[in-house]
């Protein structure tokens, strides 16, 4: 038994040393991208409170916004503070980065799994189900409905979900994370706010798993295993869920770390149209105000969430599936 | 495709209901707080469409007064007459206008019970005044010399010029040294968690979402009846309107379309606030055809201001002939101008402006156009920008009306006209000198239009300078009157602000308000003040 663990310990460990130059490069291209933005920080910062400034105050201001020297130097000071564990000021939000990360990120990551978890599992009894009877009407219902849900924006099926939810049936809240009228968060009134936004972020997942599962495990009921269980007359529903299924989740394993950008993606939006106080709004903040030290510390978190769902896909895989060794991946 | 409708709506209906299960039981639990329930009055939940972006004075908030969570030296009556706050009386302004003289008030604390001192006075506004505090609106205080305290309850400004409407400026709300000393001015937690001497205390603000106040006990003042405050964030018109109507609000800003939806709705009133936020068209003096007098006064007479109150702001507003309203104890009488395209026409007619072959005046061979930008995504700019084309080509010139970000117009504030707004109505100063004086010309956003005529000029300096109200009302009336001989803006539109809310309170009014009205202005600019009717 310590022969996997060991073996999950050591790919985890190569994936880390692998990430440190993943994720410089990839917020020196985030430094690049945003020298190169039409955004004017300053115009950005002072917003309508400016009417009257002087040319002088804007040029304080510039230079206090601290955008001076190349794309390269400022990412450079950058790096050396973040590697001391000092991710810098957020002058658009007026805040230390790691107070407007820290404040929000638990928002956000609770939409996610929520409807990440929601999608997984219905979009797995979904496809199984769909899978028992290919060509069957349930099959056809369920992959037709997938099709077209894949192609829906989550914010076009939010903006749906608050008509019919919120307006029309008005049984849940349109937006917010509690009642306007009540200052504290009780655990009651984030699950009444946080049905909807994590209900149509993980439908937008859902058509992915659905069909991944349907194709995996109506593969897996032609292979020779779930023939030879059949042949030895073990019950349906133990050659569906023992065989079957086992074998058709492999490729959903993958899935799972290649949703992950998607994922962060479709909550970006949700959390928007929704006024979710997670990090989205800090991030639209951050890119159009070329905020810089907010801008780096959220690009480093949706690489290190990307490459995080990656390595646990791998790691699944190898647990499902013994003839894969974790010392080759 | 029917099925296929029925299964997604079914889908649907399943994922959330899974989670509506879990919650039926659970959010019956929370306390159930509805606007304050059936007796008394004491909350008060307001939908507005923009957040500070701060809380603390130092980079900003509430710079023009009601700020909630501070008080000011000074404060605006429901007038905008000044009034004491934190000062005992108003100022002792020595002779020559270069020197303000403000006792405190004593025995006032803020809310985390450290005394209120001179002390906190010199460092708000010395930190205001710190190269390296990000303020934008430091300029207001551009007159100030220096600062500085006398014992612990008095406080001495010293001007390097003499600045008649420097009282309105202490208004300013005063920051805690003690609560908001030793830290980052610009990114500190004084940002979101201020301290200050003011009727609320913050507590809670969840940025994009709302902010939350409570009374507070100690207040100077005497405590406030309205005891829980709320101002839930909501850029969306129709969802705030929406929102409104479901009584999940007690009160919102609405724009004049939505706020008519809400007559004859029982328990509802609507309050609309005259303001000195105006829309006009600046006339870039550089450029050829803007600059050019006769087209100046020709486009003045040819808009049709009263048709864009009527259309455009469905009623909410009033003609603009200057940044001054018309409603202002300042306005000029006599300089309003009718609609009069017909002498629009004969004026260029006389003036060598001859109509050519596709309708477009010209004149030595060049063609009357210009070029009018309105910043992207702005409606309201957008309709009246629309509207004084249409209006100026009545009488054949041609403004090409584009779009854009305030990046791309920026560059070209000295050759192309733009959609502009602003407007404050505490002293004619504050608007009239950034926007004519010639001196400020393309200075950052002042003087967009680059105005150049000496006679203003002159009138600013005395209105700014002089410490007599009749010699001020005198120059600013003479610069109203030179404005409208020399149109280098075309005035529009002020703008009035629509407010619906619950009709449970007495002492509810409003102010006349600038351009900028987030948080505290609108029916609540006072709520500290207001009574529960029982």
New interface residues.
Partial sequence: MTAPWAGMARLAGRRLLAAVPVLALVTLGMFAVAAAS???PV?Q??????????????D??RE??GTSGTFVEQWWAWLRSAAGGDLG???A????VG?VIGERLGWSVLLCSVAFV?AIL?GTALGVLAARRPGGVLDR??T??SY??QAAPPFWLALL?IW??A?RL???P????T??????V????V??H???P??VL??SQ?PWFVLYVRQGVSDALHEDPVRGARARGLRERTVLLGHALRSGLLPVLTLIGTRVPELITGALLVETVF?W?GIA??TVRAATATDFPLLAALTVLSALAVLAGNLLADLLYGLADPRVDHDEM | MTARITARTWTGIAATAVTAALLTATACSAPGEEGGGDGGYDELVVGIANEPETLSPLLGYGKDGNSKIFDGLLRHDEDLELQPALATALPEISDDGLTYTYALREGVEFSDGTPFTARDVVFTYETILDEDTNNPAKDDLAAVESVRAEGDHTVVFTLAYPYAPFAERTVLPIASADAAGGQDVNTGPYNTEPIGTGPYVVTGWTRGERLTFEANPGYWGGEPEVRRLTMAVIPDDDVRATRLRSGDLDAAVLPPNLANSFAGEEGLVTHTAESADFRAVTLPTGHPVTGDQDIRLALDLAVDRELMVDSILEGAGHAAYGPVPTASPWFAEGTERPHDPDAARALLDEAGWVTGEDGVRVKDGRRAEFTLWYPAGDRLRQEHALAYASDARDIGIDATVESGSWEVIEGRLAQDAVLSGGGNPADPDFDLYGLLHSELAGDGWNNMGHYDNPAVDEQLETGRRSGDPAEREAAYEAVQRELAEDPGYTFLTHIDHVYVMADHWDGVTTQIEPHDHGLGHGPWWNVEDWRIRS
């Fill in positions: 039409p955004f004017d115009r910062y002072i917003g309508s409170d400016g009417l009257g400034a002087s040319q002088e105050t804007l304080t201001l206090n916004l000021q957020s002058l939000l007026r805040q230390p107070q929601v219905l219902v369920v037709s409905v077209t849900l979900a019919l939810f307006l008005d049984v849940l349109a937006g917010g994370l009642d306007t009228g009540s200052d504290t009780t655990a009651g009134s699950i009444r946080l049905a909807l994590a209900g993980a439908i859902l006024s106080p709004s800090a």
